[in-house]
């Protein structure tokens, strides 16, 4: 069961369109989702998030239909986990845990692996006040220190201590990253960017013909892959990233830092859009927010891949509806030549991963984006570019019609 607030921050259609990514997390994490709650308040109840007549109504469908987890939309307090747990009496989950839960899945390398268990000990740290309530009743008073304080000092104290190893070793990992990042050499450096699920490493596999895990779930792609392609004459490094997502638990981008610096070295972005989301400009708003905050890589040169074309689909709307047009009733060619006819010449391309739709296109731009990087840096290395005509290869006087072998 889902359960998600209309407040004065986002209206019943957004609340919406967060559940409907929610169930999206849910069914990645293996859950299948049943029903949905939302109530309209000014803002969340202190002790159980939602109202108490809005509880009653959970519980009572909980009961009937035999729940097994009720996931909120927002981040719950350790108090009212502990009371809707205590009302409801089944698993409570909010969206910072599920995507904890979904990334510890997810995490094959050595350095998800211990970038996931550092955000789980950081979310877990501060709800430890309540974990021992049971053991809280002998505390207070001088030489009456009970065993319930000293347990939850002895937790913070082993969480601590572990988060701090987790830090060292991820700073061991970041410098090992960059050593390799420079070992590269001066190959220009590109990184696909995006929402999560927008299918950045499906054409990651086109373009560097290589088998990056890729699936039609919410962070497929944890672990930072680069792969070396060539276009034509010129080599350049991809690098496949994790995906962005709204809501993104803070612990979680910081843990994850030492994995966002392939972004933050890249020298050409492509943010990658899944155009047939109804909510894409959001999400690459949410994009670029995280990039100018947690990357700095806002004034990057960048391409914008709009990919999916082959899953759009928009509803005309009939000669006698009046009401206003939305943008499912506008058709591709025509939503092209809206905003994204503003981006400039060479910056902007429509495609289909899957079905390797204007891939060709999507290529050539990239040769040129990174042409250009590559002869500002080497700006001797124009040879490389020169197209030669065979006929001025051939020896004046060989007495032959065919090229020398030589």
């Known amino acids: 069961m889902l359960v998600g607030l209309i ?85 409570i989950l909010d969206r910072s845990s599920l995507i904890l839960d979904i990334f510890a899945k997810r995490a094959q390398t050595a350095t998800a692996k211990t970038q996931v268990e550092l955000a789980q000990y950081q979310y877990l740290l501060p709800r430890l006040t309540r974990m021992w309530t049971h053991l809280e009743r002998q505390r207070g008073g001088i030489g009456m220190r009970g065993p319930g304080e000293t347990q939850i000092e002895t937790d913070r104290r082993i969480i601590l201590r572990r988060i701090s190893l987790l830090k060292e070793e991820l700073r061991n990992i970041d410098r090992q990253k960059t050593l390799q990042r420079k070992n590269r050499g001066k190959l220009t450096r590109v990184a696909l960017v995006g929402y999560t699920n927008v299918g950045k490493s499906t054409l990651m596999n086109l373009l560097s013909k290589s088998d990056v895990f890729a699936e039609n779930k919410l962070f497929a792609t944890l672990d930072t892959t680069v792969r070396k392609v060539i276009i034509d004459n ?12 709204r809501k993104l638990p803070t612990h979680l981008v910081e843990s994850f830092r ?6 933050r070295d890249a020298d050409l972005l492509v943010h990658v859009v899944d155009i047939s989301h109804p909510q894409f ?17 806002a004034d990057k040169p960048m391409i914008m891949v709009f990919n999916k074309i082959d899953a759009y689909n928009h509803v005309p709307k009939d000669a006698d509806d009046l009401t206003p047009r939305t943008r499912e009733n506008i058709p591709l060619d025509e939503l092209k030549a809206t905003w994204m006819n503003r981006l400039s010449p060479g910056n902007c391309v429509f495609v289909s ?28 290395n124009d040879f490389l570019f020169q197209k030669y005509d065979e006929e001025t290869l051939l020896p004046e006087d060989s007495g032959s019609d065919t090229p020398d072998n030589n």
């Open 7 to 91: 407040t004065q921050r986002q209206n019943e259609a957004k609340v919406a369109e967060y559940l409907d990514e929610l169930e999206f997390l849910a069914d990645t994490a293996g859950a299948t989702v049943v029903k949905r709650f939302t109530q309209k308040v000014e803002n969340p109840n202190s002790r159980t998030f939602v109202g108490q007549g809005k509880l009653a109504e959970i519980r009572e469908y909980v009961e009937k239909n035999d729940i097994g987890m009720v996931i909120f939309d927002d981040d719950l307090s350790t108090k009212q986990i502990a009371n809707i747990e205590k009302e409801l009496q089944v698993k």
């Open 234 to 245: 010129l080599p350049f490094l991809l690098t496949d990233t994790v995906g962005f997502i």
């Open 353 to 380: 991963a899957k079905k390797g739709t204007n891939i060709d296109e999507l290529k050539t731009m990239l040769y040129e984006k990174a042409k250009e990087i590559h002869m500002e840096r080497f700006p001797y």
């Open 258 to 263: 030492s994995t966002l610096d392939e972004v």
């Open 281 to 297: 400009e959001e999400q690459i708003e949410v994009v670029n927010k995280t990039l100018a905050e947690v990357c700095g890589s």
